[in-house]
């Protein structure tokens, strides 16, 4: 059975920088999509990125492009996000998710079958 446990999380100023880690046991990532969900208070859990298992290809929300990046180390059986610039509006838990059923990323929180338990972010002065 796949668990997940995010790292990483913490208070970060406006501007500063985090740098998220998913790790796996139970089985690889390797097979599978592994996407970032965030849920701030009060709002509905949003995607953030993904990346799929079979090119490495990435996605990201609008609201994240050109300030946050996914990758994957195999080796490790991790799957982090690097998050710099960060903004108030990018606080709430965030979550790592496998996609367990295909190695491509998507949108939609239902087809991730495995979740970690989250880790919280803030962001603010």
């Known amino acids: 059975q796949l668990q997940l446990v995010e790292s990483g999380g913490g208070l970060v100023q406006p501007g500063g920088s985090l740098r998220l880690s998913c790790a796996a046991s139970g089985l690889t990532l390797d097979y599978y999509g592994v996407g970032w969900f965030r849920q701030a208070p009060g709002k509905e859990r949003e995607g953030v990125s993904c990346i799929s298992s079979s090119d490495s290809s990435t996605n990201y929300a609008d609201s994240v492009k050109g300030r946050f990046t996914i990758s994957r180390d195999n080796l490790k059986n991790t799957v982090s996000l690097q998050m710099n610039n960060l903004k108030p509006e990018d606080t709430g838990v965030y979550y790592c998710?496998?996609?367990?059923?295909?190695?491509?990323?998507?949108?939609?929180?239902?087809?991730?079958?495995?979740w970690g338990q989250g880790t919280q972010v803030t962001v603010s002065s």
């Open positions: 998710a496998a996609r367990l059923s295909s190695p491509a990323c998507s949108d939609y929180e239902g087809d991730f079958g495995s």
